[in-house]
């Protein structure tokens, strides 16, 4: 039933159009209607006609030998497609795509506004800027920040406590535990592993993740650790006093494989990505970058970052304590604030 009512639907509107002589939109229709039946002959013969009136008579004959191929008898169709082909016989009645006029014009219309909004686009789109995220966080004396696939580890000295965030929109807090005689001043991590350094007993703690229990203690190489990091086979420290980096393997006594001179008044925070060595200063809030070359057995400075929410730009007094990383964005602690700051790169202003 509804196949027969969508092909009448189709059919006479199509046969109104041409009484108003739109050819166009006739021909339209005629091609609906045979989409639900094709195996109606005198549909097939009205498109011919119609067809014929706008001049595509290699369509024309198409259609009218459809209409015989359905019907032998037609004689309607055989007559007109004598005629159609007397008419021509000095040409080659090629069958040709169909598109309307009007249709090429209404997509000529969407496609010159879709390049018109395109160049406007190219031309006066300007990406959003940059910007830093602050996130308030419960400890008021952060003195460490590392990531860890999806967490956020955060430790406090003054309150010897650990806080474990989500790396989410807002950092939500997941947990936190206090310590019992070690006072964190720096904290990096692996999938299982949490490191500290504490620089009132200068020693190094290793921590089971899930249980947060010390599975290893180690006396620090120098007098004042004061940043970690765990790069997967090895662990570097930094020392504040000393001005040194040292590379220990991960073995009973955290033996030094080297030590190397870094120029940082007071390194805070450290973290290792390929050949590039990033520490955080506190002294001077800015974040220098360096060069590790591990045949040499030494670093050297490449560049200094000045950070945007820091120093003597920053709105309120910030000293950088903690520093971590992801592949767009520094992750920084301030002492005092209960802050963590989220930068990205692009916002660094080299010294």
């Not at 030494?298 to 200094?304: D, F, L, Y």
């Amino acid at each position: 039933m509804d196949k027969i009512k969508n092909t009448n639907k189709h059919y006479y509107l199509a046969k109104a159009y041409i009484t108003a002589g739109m050819y166009e939109e006739a021909v339209d229709e005629f091609a609906r209607a045979l989409k639900f039946s094709y195996e109606f002959a005198n549909i097939h013969y009205d498109l011919a006609k119609t067809y014929e009136k706008i001049n595509l008579y290699g369509n024309a004959a198409r259609e009218y030998k459809i209409a015989l191929d359905i019907n032998p008898h037609y004689v309607d169709a055989k007559e007109a497609l004598q005629d159609l082909l007397a008419g021509n016989k000095d040409k080659e009645l090629k069958v040709k795509k169909y598109i309307p006029i009007k249709k090429v014009l209404r997509y000529s219309a969407v496609g010159f506004i879709g390049i018109l909004i395109f160049a406007l686009t190219v031309v006066y789109y300007k990406p959003p800027k940059p910007t830093i995220a602050y996130f308030s966080i419960p400890s008021i004396h952060p003195s460490g920040i590392t990531i860890s696939d999806a967490e956020l580890w955060i430790c406090d000295w003054f309150s010897q406590t650990l806080y474990k965030h989500k790396l989410d929109s807002r950092l939500t807090l997941v947990k936190s535990q206090k310590l019992t005689d070690i006072h964190p001043v720096s904290i990096s991590s692996n999938k299982k592993i949490l490191w500290l350094c504490d620089a009132f007993s200068k020693k190094i703690f290793q921590l089971e993740k899930n249980s947060l229990k010390i599975i290893g203690s180690f006396q620090s190489p120098a007098s004042n650790p004061s940043a970690i990091y765990d790069s997967g086979k090895f662990l570097w420290t930094c020392d504040s006093v000393e001005d040194k980096i040292y590379k220990h393997k991960k073995d009973k006594d955290l033996s030094i494989i080297y030590s190397a001179d870094i120029s940082n008044p007071n390194p805070v925070g450290l973290y290792i990505k390929g050949k590039n060595v990033f520490i955080a200063d506190a002294d001077t809030d800015k974040v220098h970058r360096y060069f590790l070359d591990e045949k040499k057995k030494k670093i050297s400075q490449i560049s200094t970052y000045e950070i945007p929410a820091f120093g003597s730009n920053a709105i309120q007094s910030r000293k950088i304590s903690g520093l971590s990383m992801t592949s767009d964005n520094l992750f920084l602690t301030s002492e005092g604030t209960g802050e963590v700051y989220k930068v990205p790169f692009k916002m660094l202003k080299l010294k």
